[in-house]
């Protein structure tokens, strides 16, 4: 007894009972809070959802059909998931205009509020790839010689070596992926639209992908990120070596006509 109210008289009985108070407290809060919480985020994914179905109604089901099941003018939306909504249409490509070998971006006609909801429903309808976070995607901190590793083995091949696209067959192109917002190129790489092939989390992790997009805005944009002189495009060897025949080979042939005009002259005289 006496041993505890001495306790209770040590300079640190305040601290601890009010540590004990806010853990406990803290307890609480946890045990209760989160139901509340999870049910308010469930009605506004089911508003969001209700939301989305309209607009999808109005804007896509005269190509994707009414339930998102498909028609002859649209490939079937059930498992696309939210983060192909939010790419397709949150770069202007959806909803599309004319038949061609590839729907082209265009200006986008939606708000972010309604991509999302457009987004929502669509994941409603089947499980699918979902739209990143903004930590998810910000290649702050990421290793942009690793992510150029990666570009060159997974995505050169169709971008060329600095993202700058290139034509692929049958009317097909790939990109440039210049001023492409890091979280469009994150879902560029989940959902693998057209004929590109998708990069799954499973197979390319977060921090990876977010190498690549720290690669693509390094050597992106910015001009300075070349050494100087002309860029020929960015498209290696090849231009560059087409670059020196032309070129170099042009002013040989130069100078080998006006030495031999200038001799026949000199023979002339
Ligand atoms: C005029 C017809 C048309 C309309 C309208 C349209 N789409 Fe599409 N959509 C297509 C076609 C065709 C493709 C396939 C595109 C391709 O392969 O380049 C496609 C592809 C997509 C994809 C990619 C599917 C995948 O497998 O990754 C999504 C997502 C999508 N559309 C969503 C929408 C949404 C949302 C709307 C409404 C805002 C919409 N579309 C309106 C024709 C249409
Ligand atoms: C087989 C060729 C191919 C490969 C490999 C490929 N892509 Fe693509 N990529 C494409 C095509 C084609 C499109 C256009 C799709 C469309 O318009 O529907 C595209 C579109 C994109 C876009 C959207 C650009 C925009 O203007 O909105 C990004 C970003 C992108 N690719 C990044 C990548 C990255 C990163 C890799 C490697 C991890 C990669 N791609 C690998 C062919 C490819």
Known sequence: MKKLSARRRHPLAAVVV????????????????????????????????????????????????TGGQGTTDGPSLVGVGSAAVDFQVGTGRMPAQQPG???????????????????????????????????????????????GELFRNNC???HNFTGKG????????????????????????????????????TTMPEQEKKDIIAYIQTVNGSESASPGGLSLGGLGPVSEGLFAWIFGLGALVATAVWVAAHTAKAKKS
């Open 18 to 65: 009010l540590l004990l108070a806010l853990a406990a407290t803290g307890g609480l809060y946890a045990a209760f809070a989160p139901a509340g919480k999870a049910q308010a985020d469930e009605t506004a994914q089911s508003l969001a959802i209700d939301e989305g179905k309209k607009l999808y109604t109005v804007g896509c089901a005269s190509c994707h059909g």
């Open 101 to 147: 070998a590839q729907v082209p971006k265009k200006p986008v006609i939606y708000t972010q509020a309604e991509i999302d909801q457009l987004a929502a429903y669509v994941a409603s309808l089947g499980a699918g790839p979902i739209t990143p976070t903004d930590k998810q995607v910000d290649p702050a901190g990421a290793d942009v010689a690793k992510g």
């Open 166 to 201: 290139g034509a692929l067959t049958n009317g097909k192109y790939a990109p440039d992926l210049e001023g492409v917002s890091p979280k469009h190129i994150y879902e560029a790489m989940q959902t693998g639209p057209q004929s590109m092939p998708s990069f799954p989390d």
């Open 156 to 158: 050169a091949q169709c």
